[in-house]
Each structure stands twice: as C-alpha cells, then as structure tokens.
C-alpha cells in the first residue's frame, strides 16, 4: 500500500513540474510576442527591399521597359532557375495596371510568398495617393501598429514597428 502511494506521489510531481515549466513558457512567450512579431516583420520588409531594388536596377540595365525578367534559383536546386516576369510602372518599380487586389498581388508577385509573417495574416490595404502619380502605397498590415509599407512611385520601402 504504501508503495502505491510513493508512485502515486512521483506522478503527481511530476505533473506539477511539467505544468509549472509549461506556464513558465508561456508567460515568456506572451511576454516577448510582439518583439518577435517586431523582428519577423523587419526580416520580410528586409527581403521585400531586396527584391524590389534588384528589380529596379533590372529595368535600368534593361534600357527601362515596361517590365523585366528576373531569374531565381529554384530551392535546394544549384543548377534549376525559375524566371519570374515583372510588369513596371514609369518609375520603374513593381506595380500592377489592373486595381483589383493590386497591393497583395504585388507581395505574392514579388516575395513568392504568401502574406503571412509566422503564420499570423498581413492584410493589404492600397491608401490613397494624393499625387497626380499613376503609382500606388501599399500597406502590408499585421495589426494597428506594425505594418510594411511599400509605394511605387519611389520604391520606398518603411518598416513600421
């Protein structure tokens, strides 16, 4: 009898310091979220920056046309490239002529990723240009105060966080 209850004891410990560790983890975790969330988003407005300017520089070396091709290795491929073609705006920044879903078609165009920053949904918002510009801002919103934001008459790039 008395050995069932060691081994019940043993159980019941072992539950608790499983528990207490996995509250510990959370409580970290919710602590620092945001500052995650901080840096995942400056890693995607990083590479969105990449990609914009590389495509850029592909339309003046190109003699400025209206769009672009882009050659990317394919992943775990040394040897295999996929080429992308980007349509351009007279500025020579990535944009789209048709309106409807512009901004998120412009994210998946040119990071050929979904809109998602750790699995969490950006959501595109196209703001209003008051220029006479044929250019579009694009925000790129994860929530009310971390967003990337893109716009195509410069190719300016802000990473608001």
Request: charged share 25%.
């Amino acid at each position: 009898m008395a050995i069932r209850n060691v081994s019940q004891i043993k159980v019941l410990l072992i539950v608790v310091i499983v528990f207490v560790l996995m509250a510990t983890f959370l409580s970290y975790f919710h602590k620092n979220e945001e500052d995650l969330y901080k840096t995942s988003m400056a890693a995607s407005a990083a590479e969105f920056t990449s990609k914009v300017l590389l495509i850029h520089s592909q339309w003046f070396m190109t003699g400025k046309p209206d769009s672009v091709t882009i050659k990317e290795r394919l992943p775990g491929s040394s040897e295999q490239f996929d080429s992308k073609v980007f349509n351009l705006n007279e500025f020579g920044w990535p944009d789209l002529v048709l309106d409807h879903d512009a901004c998120e078609r412009i994210w998946n165009k040119v990071t050929g990723a979904e809109m998602k920053v750790l699995n969490k949904p950006l959501f595109a918002v196209e703001l209003k240009n008051n220029t006479k510009q044929k250019a579009r801002i694009c925000r790129y919103q994860l929530n009310e105060r971390i967003y990337i934001e893109y716009n195509s008459s410069n190719g300016k790039i802000t990473n608001k966080n």
